[in-house]
C-alpha cells in the first residue's frame, strides 16, 4: 500500500518569509514517483514537479525548491520570498508500479500556504 | 493546446437522481483518469481509461458508479440514484501513455445534493 502524509494542514506566513511544506511517503516499491501539485481557489490542480526514486538530486525552479530525501522518506518544498499568490492548498502525491499500469496518483491531504501581505 | 476541460462546473440536484459529467482530455493524451475530492481531503483515484479500454475500476465507490470513454476521446462519469454522500468534487485528469508523465487535471465538477 502506498501513502503520503502531510503533517501541516495549515501554514501562514508572512510576505517574503520562506516557508517549506513537508511531506513523507510510505511505499514498497523501488521504483516511483513523486509529484507535488497546487490547488489555487479557483481548484484546478497545477502540477508543479515530478521526481523518479533514482534522482535524489534536489531541484529548484525561480522560487521554489525540492528536497528529495529517501534515506527519510521525504520529499520536501520550499518557497523562497513568498508572494500572496502563493496562496494555495499544496498536494504532494506518490505513483510507483504497485499502482500497475494506471499509475494513478495517491494524494495526502494537503497543506493550506497563506501569504499574508 | 487547450487544457483538460470539465462539464458542468457546478451540479445540483435531489437525492435519487442520475448525474453524468463530461470530461475532455488534452488531444493528445492516451490515459484519462478520475478523481473524487471532498472538502480539506485530497483527490482519490476512481478509476483509469487507456484509450477506450476502462483498465481499472475497482476503486470506484460502488456499482451506482460507472465511466466510459466510447471512443478513446472525451469521457463521462455517471452516478446512479444519488446520495447525499455523493457531494464532492470530480476532477477529471490526463497524460500521455508511456511512464509516468504528469497528469494534468480538469477544473472539475462540484457535485451538491440536496
Known amino acids: 500500500a502506498q501513502k503520503v502524509t502531510q503533517a501541516q494542514t495549515e501554514i501562514s506566513v508572512v510576505e517574503k518569509e520562506d516557508v517549506t511544506l513537508d511531506c513523507v511517503y510510505e511505499?514498497?516499491?523501488?521504483?516511483?514517483?513523486l509529484f507535488w501539485y497546487k490547488q489555487p481557489p479557483s481548484g484546478e490542480l497545477v502540477f508543479l514537479i515530478r521526481?523518479?526514486?533514482?534522482?535524489?538530486q534536489n531541484e529548484i525552479s525561480g522560487r521554489y525548491s525540492w528536497n528529495f530525501q529517501k534515506s527519510t522518506s521525504s520529499f520536501n518544498f520550499t518557497i523562497t520570498a513568498s508572494q500572496v499568490v502563493d496562496s494555495a492548498v499544496y498536494f504532494c502525491?506518490?505513483?510507483?508500479?504497485?499502482?500497475?499500469?494506471?499509475?494513478?496518483?495517491?494524494f495526502g491531504s494537503g497543506t493550506q500556504l497563506t501569504v499574508l501581505p | 493546446d487547450t487544457g483538460v476541460s470539465q462539464n458542468p462546473r457546478h451540479k445540483i440536484t435531489k437525492r435519487g437522481q442520475n448525474v453524468t459529467f463530461r470530461c475532455d482530455p488534452i488531444?493528445?493524451?492516451?490515459?484519462l483518469y478520475w478523481y473524487r475530492q471532498t472538502l480539506g481531503q485530497g483527490p482519490e483515484f476512481l478509476t483509469y481509461?487507456?484509450?477506450?479500454?476502462?483498465?481499472?475500476k475497482s476503486r470506484l465507490l460502488s456499482d451506482r458508479f460507472s465511466a466510459e470513454r466510447p471512443k478513446g476521446s472525451f469521457s463521462t462519469l455517471e452516478i446512479q440514484r444519488t446520495e447525499q454522500g455523493d457531494s464532492a468534487m470530480y476532477l477529471c485528469?490526463?497524460?500521455?501513455?508511456?511512464?509516468?508523465?504528469?497528469?494534468?487535471f480538469g477544473d472539475g465538477t462540484r457535485l451538491s445534493i440536496l
Open positions: 485528469a490526463s497524460s500521455s501513455d508511456w511512464g509516468n508523465q504528469p497528469q494534468h
Open positions: 511505499t514498497r516499491d523501488t521504483t516511483y514517483y
Open positions: 521526481r523518479n526514486s533514482f534522482d535524489e
Open positions: 502525491a506518490l505513483s510507483g508500479i504497485s499502482s500497475g499500469s494506471a499509475r494513478q496518483l495517491t
Open positions: 488531444s493528445e493524451h492516451n490515459r
Open positions: 481509461f487507456q484509450n477506450e479500454a476502462q483498465l481499472e
